[in-house]
Structures are given as structure tokens and as C-alpha cells.
């Protein structure tokens, strides 16, 4: 695998306005993304466990997956979707395309969404997105 764009990222929600059902839209503006895969791990760990070293239960654990994403909101029809996701705390399809890697889709929560400004310049946002259900893997 070669080095990669970070821009190249993309982070859609589903739901655009008029548009039927699996049509997403495209969070335009963002300029940092990142995505966190997570697992649990269940110690399995007895007084016969060889060595003394710890032992894990496979496949036991609680999976996870949170994303955060900074910039400028370029386009109403994205913003309006992730502000009204937030406001109604309602989990929307997400699907997170990283090139050359693979594409996670599944049911996110905004956590947290900011919004900022400075005198002179560009009035930006931030948000975290934690998953809300499964999330699956199709790989690229």
C-alpha cells in the first residue's frame, strides 16, 4: 500500500432530503478526519494458565468504532443532516470510505458537535460520531 491523501477520506451520512432510501450525502469541508476501531478484551486468565500469562477469550470483547472530523461547513444539505442528527440524538447510517483500505458503514450517534468562529476568519465545526449498532467492513 502507497502513502495516501488524508483528503482522499470520506465521510457520508445517509438521508439527503428527496433523495429515497441508501442515498447519501457527502460531509463537505472536512480537513481532518479519524477513525478509531476498538475492541475490548475479556481476561480468561486462571491459576492454570500456562506461565502465568495472560490469556484473552477470543471473540468475547465489545467492539466499537468513533470517528471525528474538523472543518467548514460548504454545503446546507450536509449540515443541515448532522444538525439534526444531533438534535434528535437518532442514529443515522454512516459510511466511511478510506481509499485502498476499505469502506465501514453502519448506525453512528453525533456525539458531539462544535461550532467556532474567528473575527477574520471562517466559521468552522468539529464532531464526534461513536457507533450506535454494527458496523461492517467491505474491503476496496
Known sequence: MTAQRGKD??????GAPGSGAGAFTTVAGLRARTISLNARTVDATDGDSAGRWRELLAGAGVKSAAVSGQGIFRDAASDALIREAFFEQSARTWRLIVPDFGVLE??????????AGEHEGEASFAMSLASAGEVTFSAV
Open 106 to 115: 453502519g448506525p453512528f450517534l453525533v456525539a458531539a458537535l462544535e461550532y
Open 9 to 14: 477520506i470520506l465521510l457520508k451520512i445517509e
